[in-house]
């Protein structure tokens, strides 16, 4: 498992918030 830098995590952050439900969908939730 890869570390996550500070802005890694806030890029994901924004990435994840617009559309977690897609997100959802892809893990299989």
Known sequence: M???TVLQL???HRYLEPHPEMV???NGE
């Open 10 to 12: 806030n890029d994901l």
């Open 2 to 4: 890869p570390c996550l």
């Open 24 to 26: 959802r969908g892809e």
